[in-house]
């Protein structure tokens, strides 16, 4: 069955980097597009990025952009956000996700949460 | 990017239905058929409910349905359950091929 594991959270402060990792299992990783999902507390979810299968094409939110970075390492099934230049608001439970056609989320870990506070 | 629109609270008694807007523009559930419904329920990970505007994927109840017109999607749930009480997020991509959500409603259950 299909897996999404999530580690890396914790607390940062302001301007703090922070690098989250999905471990996959039970699919074929190098053949599936990834997302990370954001939610925020009490708040609803907010698409962060999504990378494709072979790494080559990546997308941001605007919120993000330039600030966060998507990578996988098909080797490792592993999905990466790495997280820098952080902000109070950037305080979230971070979801990675599996894509599935047509352009949806099917399988969703359980999230690691990031907290930026001084 | 902004989230598309749906109603903060929803409520309805056990048996009957309700219907869940998602309002998005032209450059999102106007543009593809690639609407998605998520279930989530307290401390949990979403679940897709619905995908491709109106597909159930396998396990999910037939009592669950999706539609969209234009700029907006719907979900409806018939014969309400109390295990429906829960917050649901509707998604779409983009034609900036980003995917943006709804901002979410709470389903109350009578």
């Known amino acids: 069955q299909v897996q999404l594991v999530e580690s890396g959270g914790g607390v940062v402060q302001p301007g703090g980097s922070l690098r989250l990792s999905c471990a996959a299992s039970?699919?074929?990783?190098?053949?599936?597009?990834m997302h990370w999902v954001r939610q925020a507390p009490g708040k609803g979810l907010e698409w962060v990025a999504f990378?494709?299968?072979?790494?080559?094409?990546?997308f941001y939110a605007d919120s993000v952009k330039g600030r966060f970075i998507i990578s996988r390492d098909n080797s490792k099934n592993t999905l990466y956000l790495q997280m820098n230049s952080l902000r109070p608001e950037d305080t979230a439970v971070y979801y990675c996700?599996?894509?599935?056609?047509?352009?949806?989320?099917?399988?969703w870990g359980q999230g690691t949460l990031v907290t930026v506070s001084s | 990017q902004s989230a598309l629109t749906q109603p903060a609270s929803v409520s309805g008694s056990p048996g009957q239905s309700i219907t869940i807007s998602c309002t998005g523009t032209?450059?999102?559930?106007?543009?593809?058929?690639?609407v998605s419904w998520y279930q989530q329920h307290p401390g949990k990970a979403p679940k897709v409910m619905i995908y491709?505007?109106?597909n159930r994927p396998s396990g999910v109840s037939n009592r669950f349905s999706g539609s969209k017109s234009g700029n907006t999607a719907s979900l409806t749930i018939s014969g309400l359950q109390a295990e429906d009480e829960a917050d649901y997020y509707c998604?779409?991509?983009?034609?900036?091929?980003?995917?943006?959500f709804g901002g979410g409603t709470e389903l109350t259950v009578l």
């Open positions: 491709g505007v109106s």
């Open positions: 990378i494709r299968f072979n790494g080559n094409d990546k």
């Open positions: 996700a599996k894509i599935d056609d047509p352009y949806y989320f099917d399988y």
């Open positions: 032209s450059s999102d559930i106007g543009s593809y058929a690639y």
């Open positions: 998604s779409s991509y983009t034609t900036s091929s980003t995917w943006v």
């Open positions: 039970g699919f074929i990783f190098s053949t599936y597009g």
